[in-house]
């Protein structure tokens, strides 16, 4: 996952949280509305000004960003221990037919 899909993922939670609407915060930020949707949706990036005013308006520090991408990091090796375990279960599987 990437820093613009973490960015996105906690923009929109902390928007939800402060009930705005995506216009809203597109407005303060100086940006178009279907802009500030894409960086929602992790598919765009911006220059960093325009990322500061977003964090300044929905009130994300770096500490909102390191947590997240904890909880992602461990999702991810928990899915990658699931995989290991099922190749190997099919390995074993194969060899005894």
Do not use: N
């Amino acid at each position: 996952m990437t820093i613009k899909m973490y960015f996105g993922i906690i923009a929109r939670k902390k928007r939800k949280e402060f009930g705005l609407s995506q216009e809203k915060v597109a407005e303060y930020a100086g940006m178009t509305t279907q802009m500030y949707r894409e960086i929602e949706k992790g598919k765009r990036s911006t220059a960093w000004e325009k990322w500061l005013i977003i964090c300044a308006v929905l009130r994300i520090g770096v500490e909102d960003m390191l947590r997240l991408q904890e909880c992602l990091l461990a999702e991810d090796e928990g899915k990658a221990e699931l995989m290991k375990w099922l190749k190997a279960k099919q390995a074993s599987e194969t060899a005894g037919k």
